[in-house]
């Protein structure tokens, strides 16, 4: 078993920044992936970045040049670096994380952007 928990969320102006953390416990060997999610009040669970474990990324286009996911694997952690903040960036952001075919969630943290 994998656990995962999120942290940095909060409330935040449009255009100002955050820094999203998630740190794995357990049995946390190969770990492959790891990856942000995020979920809006009426709307469907959606990808927002993904890293493998040499760094290889993976965004939403409506996050590109915003933010950026990085990993620190002795630490066993992924952060999620989110510029330039919006409105419709509000949501609960969920860390995901792969062991083989197996995926595991965080429990979510929640980001408002609103002014």
């Known amino acids: 078993q994998v656990q995962l928990v999120e942290s940095g969320g909060g409330l935040v102006q449009p255009g100002e920044s955050l820094r999203l953390s998630c740190t794995t416990s357990g049995s946390i060997f190969r770990i492959t992936f790891m990856g942000w999610y995020r979920q809006a009040p009426g709307n469907e669970r959606d990808l927002v970045a993904l890293?493998?474990?040499?760094?290889?990324?993976n965004y939403a286009d409506s996050v590109k040049g915003r933010f950026t996911i990085s990993r620190d694997n002795a630490k066993n952690t992924v952060y999620l670096q989110m510029n330039g903040l919006k409105p419709e960036d509000t949501a609960v952001y969920y860390c995901?994380?792969?062991?083989?075919?197996?995926?595991?969630w965080g429990q979510g943290t929640q980001v408002t952007v609103s002014s």
């Open positions: 890293i493998g474990r040499e760094g290889v990324t």
């Open positions: 995901r994380a792969a062991q083989g075919s197996t995926w595991y």
